[in-house]
């Protein structure tokens, strides 16, 4: 049996692979013993699964197991997107919550993410206790299941209709009747995911006119690397755009917490300006106020907006588990990372990628601008920021070799910048002067090194990403 490890948002692994049934077994008890080491268990727990081959069968095995031990579960009768289920764990006062999905990463992958009470992403805490037990639940063979129909029979699992109820709080964040007058046409990419036809469940019928590409259940993700909201697989939608008739582009990943969007010409917007396109839209259209938490590879334009406008800015390592807590901590009003996850004050502390294009939605209705123009009037107050990452795979044996040249370099400049000094609060971050900066991070969940820049010339970013990959000794 293979090693079962959480990374930055759950465990992960290969279908078929080290991603099987026992091994879904092994997790769902080891997560059903912690509920009841700190008293949750009889709070029950909320399970949903995304579009993924098996998702489905996987999430009745955590019911299964969950219910031999006696706890109530809350079983979704359909796929739904990851931030309806983390909804549905506050809503049913679930003592956790389980979601069967691998996110964004191809097709053979799926996982297991793990919600606490709150309905957030689980810190580091959390899934260290629950893989700290799993070497002891495999040795003494000690996993419980039943039949999930016996399970039904025993009153134990309820299948509940948890999309409707996202449905219906999605529609309170918003003008939903704007939205609908508004006379829009919306580009949808729902990349075959789970968040495919609610855009149009939530703003109904109207003058706005919504078209949706892959809007159907594929687990193949046919035609797309990976369902994930970024320019290398939105092409198709780029290209429809760029044809003319469309207003906005909307794009979610395949469990619906990522977000990416496309300006009215077809081009990517990247995830940076997004973000600080939200937080001015708060801040300006909304006149909200409130602290802003951002990780540490997100744009220093939100640290200008909370200058300009006296709201406190948080940095955080990479991922929901160290986003959502410090969100919780100082009420903030919005949180985002650079993978095109952002989160909302008043809902959950969780990535939501619906409601982050709703708000897009809105902005656009109530000033008649489209995201080209909602650019400039950003850029006029934080001046221009230019931004990119690469992903690089690494072969295991070559990670160590890797991680010491990184430690080991001392450049004296990047991309004609000062090297003013460098951290780790996640990864290896050079300080540059005027405040940009270049990181070079492991990821989490994939066998990746990412390296990301951001400049004040697009030139420079392309020369501070080769600087990155020569510390490293790598190459695309």
Same mark, same amino acid.
Request: charged residues 25%.
């Given at each position: 049996?293979?090693?079962? &490890?959480?990374?930055?948002?759950?465990?992960?692994?290969?279908?078929?692979?080290? $991603?099987?049934?026992?091994?879904?077994?092994?997790?769902?008890?080891?997560?059903?013993? @912690?509920?009841?080491? /700190?008293?949750?268990?009889?709070?029950?727990?909320?399970?949903? $699964?995304?579009?993924?081959?098996?998702?489905?069968?996987? !999430?009745?095995?955590?019911?299964?197991?969950? !219910?031999?031990?006696?706890?109530?579960?809350?079983?979704?009768?359909?796929?739904?997107? &990851?931030?309806? =289920?983390?909804?549905?764990?506050?809503?049913?006062?679930?003592?956790?919550? #389980?979601?069967?999905?691998?996110?964004?990463?191809?097709?053979?992958?799926?996982?297991?993410?793990?919600?606490?009470?709150?309905?957030?992403?689980?810190?580091?805490?959390?899934?260290?206790?629950?893989?700290?037990?799993?070497?002891?639940?495999?040795?003494?063979?000690?996993?419980? /299941?039943? !039949? =999930?129909?016996?399970?039904?029979?025993?009153?134990?699992?309820?299948?509940?209709?948890?999309?409707?109820?996202?449905?219906?709080?999605?529609?309170?964040?918003?003008?939903?009747?704007?939205?609908?007058?508004?006379?829009?046409? #919306?580009?949808?990419?729902?990349?075959?995911?789970?968040?495919?036809?609610?855009?149009?469940?939530?703003?109904?019928?109207?003058?706005?006119?919504?078209?949706?590409? /892959?809007?159907?259940?594929?687990?193949?993700?046919?035609?797309?690397?990976?369902?994930?909201?970024?320019?290398?697989?939105?092409?198709?939608?780029?290209?429809?755009?760029?044809?003319?008739? *469309?207003?906005?582009?909307?794009?979610?990943?395949?469990?619906?917490?990522?977000?990416?969007?496309?300006?009215?010409?077809?081009? *990517?917007?990247?995830?940076?300006? &997004?973000?600080?396109?939200?937080? @001015? @839209?708060?801040?300006?259209?909304?006149?909200?106020?409130?602290?802003?938490?951002?990780?540490?590879?997100?744009?220093?334009?939100?640290?200008?907006?909370?200058?300009?406008?006296?709201?406190?800015? @948080?940095?955080?390592?990479?991922?929901?588990?160290?986003?959502?807590?410090?969100?919780?901590?100082?009420?903030?009003?919005?949180?985002?990372?650079?993978?095109?996850? *952002?989160?909302?004050?008043?809902?959950?502390?969780?990535?939501?990628? %619906?409601?982050?294009?709703? $708000?897009?939605?809105?902005?656009?209705?109530?000033?008649?601008?489209?995201?080209?123009?909602?650019?400039?009037?950003?850029?006029?107050? #934080?001046?221009?920021?230019?931004?990119?990452?690469?992903?690089?795979?690494?072969?295991?044996?070559?990670?160590?070799?890797?991680? &010491?040249?990184?430690?080991?370099?001392?450049?004296?400049?990047?991309?004609?910048?000062?090297?003013?000094?460098?951290?780790?609060?996640?990864?290896?971050? *050079?300080?540059?002067?005027?405040?940009?900066?270049?990181?070079?991070?492991?990821?989490?969940?994939?066998?990746?090194?990412?390296?990301?820049?951001?400049?004040?010339?697009?030139?420079? %970013? /392309?020369?501070?990403?080769?600087?990155?990959?020569?510390?490293?000794?790598?190459?695309?």
């Amino acid at each position: 049996m293979s090693e079962i &490890t959480f990374g930055t948002d759950g465990w992960r692994g290969i279908i078929a692979d080290d $991603y099987t049934f026992d091994n879904v077994r092994v997790v769902s008890q080891a997560v059903a013993e @912690y509920l009841k080491r /700190h008293e949750l268990a009889g709070r029950g727990v909320a399970i949903g $699964y995304d579009t993924r081959f098996l998702s489905g069968s996987f !999430a009745g095995t955590v019911a299964e197991v969950m !219910a031999a031990n006696g706890i109530r579960v809350w079983l979704s009768d359909g796929f739904v997107p &990851t931030p309806a =289920l983390s909804l549905a764990v506050r809503t049913q006062g679930a003592g956790g919550g #389980v979601m069967i999905t691998a996110s964004h990463n191809p097709a053979r992958w799926n996982g297991f993410k793990i919600k606490p009470e709150y309905g957030g992403s689980a810190p580091t805490e959390v899934t260290a206790e629950i893989e700290q037990t799993i070497p002891g639940i495999i040795a003494n063979a000690r996993v419980q /299941h039943m !039949a =999930l129909g016996e399970a039904e029979a025993k009153d134990l699992v309820d299948r509940i209709d948890i999309r409707s109820d996202y449905v219906r709080a999605l529609r309170e964040f918003v003008d939903m009747d704007a939205i609908r007058a508004a006379g829009l046409n #919306v580009l949808i990419d729902s990349m075959y995911g789970a968040s495919q036809g609610i855009f149009a469940e939530v703003i109904g019928d109207g003058a706005t006119r919504l078209r949706e590409l /892959h809007g159907a259940r594929n687990p193949s993700f046919p035609g797309i690397r990976a369902p994930e909201p970024i320019a290398a697989n939105l092409s198709e939608p780029s290209a429809l755009m760029h044809q003319g008739g *469309f207003d906005v582009g909307l794009a979610t990943d395949g469990d619906g917490d990522r977000f990416g969007l496309l300006d009215e010409s077809g081009r *990517f917007v990247t995830q940076l300006q &997004t973000f600080a396109l939200l937080v @001015y @839209y708060f801040l300006e259209v909304r006149g909200e106020r409130g602290p802003i938490v951002r990780s540490v590879t997100m744009t220093r334009m939100v640290d200008r907006l909370g200058e300009r406008f006296d709201c406190p800015v @948080y940095e955080t390592p990479v991922g929901f588990k160290f986003l959502g807590p410090k969100m919780m901590e100082t009420d903030a009003m919005i949180a985002g990372e650079e993978s095109g996850g *952002f989160a909302f004050r008043g809902h959950i502390p969780e990535r939501d990628g %619906v409601l982050t294009g709703l $708000y897009f939605l809105d902005w656009i209705a109530r000033t008649g601008k489209r995201p080209a123009e909602l650019l400039v009037d950003l850029n006029d107050v #934080v001046g221009p920021h230019e931004y990119h990452r690469v992903d690089i795979t690494l072969r295991p044996q070559e990670q160590s070799a890797v991680r &010491t040249r990184i430690e080991e370099a001392a450049p004296k400049e990047i991309a004609g910048l000062k090297v003013e000094g460098r951290d780790g609060v996640d990864g290896f971050r *050079f300080l540059l002067e005027g405040g940009w900066w270049l990181l070079m991070r492991f990821s989490g969940t994939e066998p990746l090194l990412r390296i990301y820049a951001e400049m004040p010339s697009m030139d420079q %970013v /392309h020369e501070a990403l080769q600087a990155g990959q020569d510390i490293a000794g790598v190459s695309l």
